[in-house]
């Protein structure tokens, strides 16, 4: 099957009112280049291990691993040494809102195991080994795994105490070299989520962030004639000037020659 450019095996699909399910094999050591998908989609790791690039942060995926992409995100996979075998669900969102009155979740999700797994497990098996009855059992799973997920969403959306602590690093030490697996381990989270839920929050990421404090610093330093651009930038942390003025122009836009000549008057 070509989804967008990336290829994979598809060895069984199913099709249901706003549901299209997938059993799907890729090659083990591959990457799958950024894409997307035109419905929201939800990927259920079987066998094999990858690395999914998403939302600007990057995680790992085991077996029985969950992952939830809205419509259109874009993302990336790097798929471990062995085959790799997911099961897939396309969820078309108003079909379902449509006929069912369920929603689906706005942002990405990662989860690990019970209860989820346990739920897409069972989704999986009525897809494996349907009869009769496997379509209204599968509807029903749906559904299920949807209020599962919009829990979850919720949950995320809530603005977490550890946030409060993440913002405290990055005024304490934008200057530093930081990384997000460092911020990850001060505060206790993993770093995938530190990622998704700072993004969600403050609709930037944490180098934005980052780099956005650096400019600020920067800005207050400009007022001193007496020092050089080249000194400000590395007192900001910026490791050379042109790294500098093309951040300072990203964020202000301007440069910061003219902007230290426009308050200098």
């Given at each position: ?17 706003g ?15 950024r ?13 094999g ?9 990057e ?11 809205p ?6 996979i790097?798929?471990g ?19 069912f ?17 346990a739920?897409?497990s069972?989704?999986y ?29 919720c ?5 977490p ?7 405290d ?5 934008f200057?530093?070299?930081?990384t997000l ?12 989520r ?11 990421s ?22 050089s ?9 910026f ?27």
């Amino acid at each position: 099957m070509i989804i967008q450019g990336v290829q994979g095996h598809v060895v069984r699909s199913s099709r249901e009112p706003g549901i299209v399910c997938h059993e799907v094999f890729y090659d083990g050591g591959r990457t799958l280049d950024r894409h997307a998908h035109e419905c929201s989609f939800l990927a259920f790791a079987l066998d094999g291990r990858y690395r999914e690039i998403a939302c600007g942060s990057e995680f790992d995926c085991n077996p029985r691993s969950i992952v939830f992409h809205p419509a259109q995100e874009e993302h990336a996979i790097r798929i471990g040494a062995s085959i790799l075998r997911c099961f897939g669900i396309e969820l078309d969102r108003t079909e379902l809102l449509r006929r069912f009155g369920a929603h689906t979740p706005s942002s990405l999700l990662h989860i690990e195991g019970r209860p989820m797994a346990a739920v897409l497990s069972n989704l999986y098996g009525e897809f494996r080994h349907g009869d009769s009855c496997s379509s209204l059992a599968i509807q029903g799973l749906v559904l299920q795994m949807l209020a599962g997920l919009s829990r979850a969403d919720c949950t995320e959306n809530d603005r977490p105490a550890w946030l409060d602590r993440v913002d405290d690093i990055l005024r304490d030490e934008f200057r530093s070299h930081l990384t997000l697996e460092e911020i990850a381990a001060e505060v206790g989270v993993s770093p995938s989520r530190v990622s998704v839920v700072f993004r969600r929050v403050y609709h930037r990421s944490i180098a934005e962030e980052q780099r956005r404090l650096r400019v600020e610093y920067a800005r207050e330093r400009l007022h001193d004639c007496r020092t050089s651009l080249a000194e400000i930038a590395l007192e900001a942390g910026f490791s050379d000037q042109p790294h500098f003025s093309r951040a300072f122009k990203q964020v202000t836009g301007t440069t910061p020659a003219r902007f230290r000549a426009a308050v200098a008057g």
